[in-house]
């Protein structure tokens, strides 16, 4: 089993917040557990080298499967994933307006989405998966997806917006950030900030903030499981836990309590993992 993160290149690092690999190989198909996915701040491309996943939209029904790269936009929602026997994925996970700066489309036509990359971007997108199936070790799996990525990027990309690099400041506080002072040190208005950060994240500044903030309660909540609600509230800057909670039955229609639950038969938690990336 392998749950691990890599830097990207310092010619890529403007785009690429990370690179996140996960691989299960599970003994019995028939007993192999689903993924509650909670929303979760950030756009990434997906390759599936081998087994792909079944994803299932738990607010609308659908269902998406047998895709071997996936562009996911910002979700809302919670998403069940079912994964194969042999599930290797390799997630790019792009900085704030980089995947709109390398599309071009609006980001909002990209939430709560999983969709066909091979509709977006060129066919070369196809030997990825080779390479990555084929690939001796990490390095190169990285290196195969950086040469794909340069390759987009050679071809042209939207232009840098000081924006970008301010919202990067919201997935690395400790503190909630006030709306005026990200549009403040992004040279904008406060009207222009959140045209442009919804046109290039999907959603508004503040929607972003606390789905920041929910997932830094979940992600502290596997680390640290002996810790109570009230004690990560407080530390991820809610009110009170009735504030954390309010924030939980929106974004998975749970209270923290019986999400946790649900989290705590998810697939890496049979390796002794958890979802704490």
């Known amino acids: 089993m392998v749950l691990s993160e890599f830097r990207a290149s310092p010619c890529l690092a403007e785009f690429v917040r990370v690179y996140r690999v996960v691989h299960f190989v599970f003994d019995d198909r028939a007993n192999i557990p689903y993924k ?5 701040p950030e756009h990434c491309l997906s390759f599936y080298p081998r087994d792909t996943e079944t994803v299932e939209y ?3 029904g659908t269902k998406i499967a047998n895709l071997k790269t996936v562009l996911i936009g910002q979700q809302h929602e919670v998403s069940n994933r079912f994964v194969g026997r042999d599930f290797l994925v390799f997630q790019i996970v792009f900085r704030p307006g980089a995947l709109y700066r390398l599309t071009g489309i609006p980001a909002r036509q990209l939430n709560n989405s999983y969709v066909d990359a091979e509709t977006i971007f060129r066919k070369d997108i196809k030997y990825v ?4 199936n084929d690939a001796a070790n990490f390095t190169e799996m990285v290196a195969a997806a950086e040469s ?3 390759k987009q990027i050679s071809r042209g990309v939207k232009e840098f917006h000081r924006l970008d690099e301010v919202s990067n400041m919201i997935l690395q506080a400790n503190a909630h950030l006030r709306i005026e002072w990200l549009a403040k040190e992004s040279c904008l208005s406060l009207r222009q900030y959140e045209r442009k950060f919804t046109e290039r994240m999907g959603v508004s500044p503040r929607y972003f903030n606390r789905i920041v903030r929910f997932e830094n309660a979940f992600r502290i909540k596997n680390k640290y499981p002996h810790l109570d609600w009230l004690a990560i509230a407080v530390q991820c800057g809610y009110h009170d836990y009735q504030h954390l909670a309010k924030d939980y039955k ?5 209270t923290p309590t019986h999400f946790h639950l649900l989290d705590s038969a998810s697939p ?6 958890s979802d704490t990336y």
């Open 36 to 40: 509650p996915y909670p929303p979760r």
């Open 58 to 60: 738990v607010n609308s």
């Open 129 to 132: 998966n080779d390479q990555l």
């Open 148 to 150: 794909f990525l340069l």
């Open 250 to 254: 929106e974004f998975t229609n749970q």
């Open 268 to 273: 890496e938690r049979k390796f002794g993992e």
